[in-house]
């Protein structure tokens, strides 16, 4: 039987936490098997790891991890390392702010056995005009230097089989930033078998989003230098994970 690990990477996320945690342990606990819901907190200055270390006792498939604060990206690679060491079967991403729906998961588990991988994609995004032009302009971005028509690149809300997850996760740079963009530009780029399969993205549920729009635009224009090089190593041949990166 296969077993699912969920990655959810956690930043100063004290008014979601409980609740997030508590609606995605259900999915790991109905599929049993030794699957587990993995929540990473990011060096966190609120009581987001407090929160955690309590529901421990109640959530029995919940692996709380603690780290340093490194940023999104950054994070999702540390998830994404710790499922592969433990040999999940299957690994699914989402974050911790309560805009995706756990209910939804369950049209991808369905269609795993068809695909590589299954990446939702935010059809009618719900927070905010400035993300929506975010998105838009990412995708313009990947086309441009990719040459790829990604439907939605950066999407926390993923289902990833393991030896897929291990093979791209290793070209990653370490502590990359937009990590999970990277992932699907490798997915796409090597014609891997991909879904992307429409989801509901709420509003963020409770506190206040760590990224104001300076931030998205530093590392935007940063993101564009790094493309261009993965994208001119991608030809050449170069390992990405060897190349030079200014962050």
Do not use: C
Not at 30 to 50: A, F, Q, R, W
Not at 105 to 131: L, M, P, Q
Request: proline share 2%; aromatic share 10%; charged share 25%.
């Amino acid at each position: 039987m296969e077993n699912l690990y969920i990655i959810i990477p956690a930043y100063n996320e004290e008014a979601n936490i409980a609740k997030v945690a508590t609606e995605w342990h259900e999915i790991v606990k109905k599929l049993g098997n030794d699957s587990k819901l993995v929540i990473i907190n990011d060096g966190s200055k609120d009581s987001t790891l407090p929160i955690l270390e309590n529901l421990q006792e109640q959530l029995t498939n919940l692996v709380v991890l603690n780290k340093a604060n490194g940023g999104h990206g950054d994070t999702i690679l540390y998830g994404y390392k710790y499922a592969i060491d433990h040999h999940a079967d299957y690994v699914f991403q989402t974050d911790s702010d309560g805009q995706t729906l756990p209910k939804e998961f369950w049209g991808f588990w369905e269609e795993r056995k068809n695909y590589n991988a299954i990446i939702g994609y935010r059809k009618n995004r719900e927070d905010g005009i400035s993300r929506v032009l975010v998105t838009k302009v990412l995708k313009l971005v990947l086309f441009g230097i990719f040459h790829l028509n990604i439907t939605d690149a950066n999407t926390p809300f993923r289902l990833i089989e393991r030896e897929t997850l291990k093979k791209y996760y290793a070209m990653i740079p370490e502590h990359f930033n937009l990590s999970n963009v990277m992932l699907t530009v490798l997915l796409m780029h090597n014609k891997e078998k991909v879904e992307f399969k429409e989801i509901t993205f709420r509003p963020r549920q409770g506190g206040k989003n760590s990224i104001n729009l300076k931030k998205i635009t530093k590392i935007g224009v940063q993101a564009i230098k790094d493309f261009r090089t993965i994208n001119r190593n991608l030809k050449s041949g170069v390992k990405i994970n060897e190349a030079n990166f200014e962050h």
